[in-house]
T-cell receptor, first 112, second 110 residues
Framework: DVKVTQSSRYLVKRTGEKVFLECVQDMDHENMFWYRQDPGLGLRLIYFSYDVKMKEKGDIPEGYSVSREKKERFSLILESASTNQTSMYLC???????????FGPGTRLLVL | QKEVEQDPGPLSVPEGAIVSLNCTYSNSAFQYFMWYRQYSRKGPELLMYTYSSGNKEDGRFTAQVDKSSKYISLFIRDSQPSDSATYLCASNTGGFKTIFGAGTRLFVKA
């Protein structure tokens, strides 16, 4: 079974703080993704990575950056957290050809 | 127009009912079709995926894709209260980007 883990289930941060969200997958998948999920807006892609050190912007990359130093680990960084970044953050991984994505449990981030 | 459209519901059914969840899509190049189940405050869990048209069955769940009408369905037989969740359909062309529906909330009443 594919397992995707995320470093925290719940986080509370203050406006302006730098926030790191970590994601690890154990299935040697090439591709990894970060989404945010908000009521009424569904899943929105922030960034994805198709190889170590490679990254591509998704639909809403502003205010975020990512890092993929090892194949199994993909980090999402909020450089200066703002209240509008309060959300559920979901990490996923996938493998060609079908690119079926497997999700982690999510991190609920509250920015005060 | 969104590439994958899904009625958000909520859909409420009695225990034991057959549930039909549906999505439509607009991109003819979509080849892979997925259904995810998401319980409250949890990550989406992959239920089933199908390639191209046809049916796929797994226990009480049947996924159906009709590429001619661009219609994706998930049927749940003998629905249980534990099936209460949000169900998301998703599609991709085989490339990186998967398009997700907004999800349908399902309530199965005991």
């Amino acid at each position: 079974d594919v397992k995707v883990t995320q470093s925290s289930r719940y986080l509370v941060k203050r406006t302006g703080e730098k926030v790191f969200l970590e994601c690890v997958q154990d299935m040697d998948h090439e591709n990894m993704f970060w989404y945010r999920q908000d009521p009424g807006l569904g899943l929105r892609l922030i960034y994805f990575s198709y190889d170590v050190k490679m990254k591509e912007k998704g639909d809403i990359p502003e205010g975020y950056s990512v890092s993929r130093e090892k194949k199994e680990r993909f980090s999402l960084i909020l450089e200066s957290a703002s209240t509008n970044q309060t959300s559920m953050y979901l990490c996923a991984s996938s493998q060609p050809p079908q690119e079926t994505q497997y999700f982690g449990p999510g991190t609920r981030l509250l920015v005060l | 127009q969104k590439e994958v459209e899904q009625d958000p519901g909520p859909l409420s059914v009695p225990e034991g009912a057959i549930v039909s969840l549906n999505c439509t899509y607009s991109n003819s190049a979509f080849q892979y079709f997925m259904w995810y189940r998401q319980y409250s405050r949890k990550g989406p869990e992959l239920l089933m995926y199908t390639y191209s048209s046809g049916n796929k069955e797994d226990g009480r769940f049947t996924a159906q894709v009709d590429k001619s009408s661009k219609y994706i369905s998930l049927f749940i037989r003998d629905s249980q209260p534990s099936d209460s969740a949000t169900y998301l359909c998703a599609s991709n062309t085989g490339g990186f980007k998967t398009i997700f529906g907004a999800g349908t909330r399902l309530f199965v009443k005991a």
